[in-house]
């Protein structure tokens, strides 16, 4: 530790308060820190000042406390020591695309009537970029291909592909790796309600088998750990957007559009209007600038910039600001439980219909 010069974070390190504890989130190692609130105040007000001069503020009653913190922030390579820490500005947190629509959702079953390729093309001239198609019942390996050979064939913008596929006679490890890998656009292929677990890296896509039946939208909204993005594009939409339907569309799998399947407002049918129509419309993007910070329980988290969010499935259905039903974190004991055994969730998980998927 320099001692005479001053101190500054890299900023890529951004400090998060929650109401018990604070993280920094390293946005270019993707990684995330849990500190105390006390090391979260110090940072905030003192950053700039030397150590001796921080340990001062403190009338150098804290003298040991303050130098395990900067001992412990040299560790995770998250501060540095300068004579000149205004020349490191922060980074920039504004969020924007170049496009109206990102990603889409597109729900199917064994009644779906609707064209998928019919929305691919509209998807393709609202220029969005990732898709993902989840088929909920079982489908002829002929439908996939035709499907996937069209935006292979086409000079398509959609970049990434996300396929979910009820487990069949033919999805077997040998036949999906060689379909998912002769279309470079799948990023991911998951094989629901599977007799066994396994998931199989292809370099830069992913094959995986699930036992979970995935055989309706009731699926979606999970909130976990696992799901956490650690990267500036995440915390940058989540400081100023929804981390879920910002520039997103769906169409269900009755052709209904909608922000997302589980949404109970639609906005017409894929066979009556189109997409553009529908996303250019001031009331479908109301709900993108619903931001964690303005969630209940959610704006005292400290994971709200690195955590998905979901409004479909939320604790009181009349507000939509109220948290994700399917959280079971409480960032005020920094504790996790089950979010489904939560007996003050029980009533709104009936009335979502929750129950038959837990
Ligand atoms: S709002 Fe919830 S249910 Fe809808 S796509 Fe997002 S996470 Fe899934
Ligand atoms: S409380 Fe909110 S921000 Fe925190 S983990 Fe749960 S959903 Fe995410």
Redesign the pocket.
Known sequence: MILTKKTALYSNCILVKGASRSVICDLQLQQMHYIPNSLYELLENHLGKTVEDIKKAYNNKYDDIIDSYFQFLEEKDCVFFTEHPERFPKLNMDWDYPHEISNAIIDYHSKSSYDIINVLNQLDELKCKSIQIRFFSKIEKEKLTSILSYLKEKESIIASVEVYLEVSEWTNKDRLIDIISSYPRVNQCVVHSSTFEDIIDLGNKYLIYTKQKVNSELHCGI?SPKYFSINLKTFTESKNYNSCLNRKVSVDKEGLIKNCPSMTNDYGSIKNTTLKKVVESEKFRQIWSIK?DQ?S??KD?E??YV?T?CRAYIEDSKDNFS??IK?G?N?YTNKWEKWSENQLKKVAIENYGLTEII
């Open positions: 909130i964690k969630i329980i959610c988290c994971f709200r955590c969010d948290k994700p959280c974190y960032p």
